[in-house]
């Protein structure tokens, strides 16, 4: 069976849903916001070569739109909308990873576990004394009830009093599942986690994870800084960190990008599950390391799939090819 795993186009945010061979489903992050930042919309109409008054017209509109910029909206998906259509109506999450406890990170929570109240077995959280009361999303594009039922999940309950185990991992973890779904974790360590805590820097304490399978691995970082890379390069071996995929962490911001780390993992591919700047990005420090950089913000939803012969097929929210890789294990190929 293979690997799959899909970076949802959700905007300015992170949502990464894997398809394991063992046929457990772990999914990483949400976020449900559908808006297009003027940033991006910015961004896109560079891509295209267009002023801001030809993406949004009619007469430079890909054939069914109504403009450029009407296309690019149509690629935003919703989490649960998507997580249904792919796995279909009984479908369940193994385990749900919050990276760390920022609000683009975990808006979604409470319509995709509370409101539609998907089955949950396994919840991944951080050790972080993050904490909000009502007030502070007052203007905030967020929602408190996303927050709320965070709150309810490090708890481990849910609506209806449905249950589910609560895991709080460090560097090194190892259990039946995780390693049965060739998952390690690569970060925080706790000394990572004191840190972000003294600091208030929640994005160091992410859950950095490696998923492997059929010799090739993916290396998920949430929205690991300088301090966290500096720490893995120190704790780690370096076959550890070298893999063939790498989401870009931090949305592939220049924050969170470590030109040592990039030299250890040399990934063939770097995907991208964009922010809102643009102009912060760090796509051309990621490609003088030889990868092939890829964006939602221009592919829409980015699926790669990993086959038994170690294969790697990479689409597009359309099921287009973008790219792919030959197999690890050529005498399995078909």
Not at 292 to 303: A, F, K, P
Request: hydrophobic share 35%.
């Amino acid at each position: 069976m293979p690997l799959s795993i899909h970076f949802l186009n959700v905007g300015h945010g992170d949502c990464t849903l894997i398809e394991h061979p063992s046929g457990r489903i772990t999914m990483i992050d949400i976020n449900n916001s559908k808006s297009l930042p003027e940033s991006d919309v910015d961004a896109l109409a560079d891509f295209r070569g267009l002023s801001r008054e030809a993406f949004a017209s009619r007469a430079s509109a890909p054939a069914g739109f109504e403009s450029w910029e009407q296309y690019y909206r149509s690629l935003l998906v919703d989490p649960y909308d998507y997580f249904r259509s792919t796995f279909g109506a009984s479908a369940s999450v193994f385990r749900y990873i919050q990276t760390h406890p920022d609000m683009d990170h975990m808006s979604g929570l409470h319509r995709f576990f509370w409101q539609e109240q998907v089955s949950l077995q396994n919840f991944w959280d951080t050790d972080h004394g993050k904490s909000f009361v009502e007030a502070d999303f007052e203007n905030s594009g967020y929602s408190h009830l996303d927050w709320l039922v965070y709150q309810c999940m490090k708890a481990g309950v849910l609506r209806d009093g449905a249950q589910h185990q609560v895991l709080n991992l460090a560097q090194g973890a190892a259990a039946q599942y995780y390693l049965d779904d060739g998952i390690a974790v690569l970060s925080p360590t706790q000394n990572l986690v004191k840190d972000a805590n003294d600091k208030a820097n929640w994005n160091n304490l992410s859950y950095v994870l490696r998923v492997e399978h059929a010799g090739r691995s993916v290396v998920l970082p949430g929205d690991a800084e300088k301090a966290a890379w500096d720490e893995m390069l120190a704790t780690l071996d370096h076959d550890d960190l070298s893999c063939d995929i790498l989401k870009a962490s931090h949305h592939g911001r220049e924050s969170g990008y470590s030109k040592d780390a990039m030299e250890v993992m040399n990934p063939a591919f770097v995907v991208c599950s964009v922010g809102k700047k643009p102009s912060t990005d760090a796509s051309d420090e990621y490609k003088s390391h030889g990868a092939t950089v890829l964006s939602t913000r221009y592919h829409g939803t980015i699926t790669i799939r990993i086959g038994d012969d170690g294969a790697i097929a990479v689409r597009n929210h359309d099921n287009s090819t973008i790219s792919s890789l030959g197999a690890t294990r050529p005498w399995l190929t078909a």
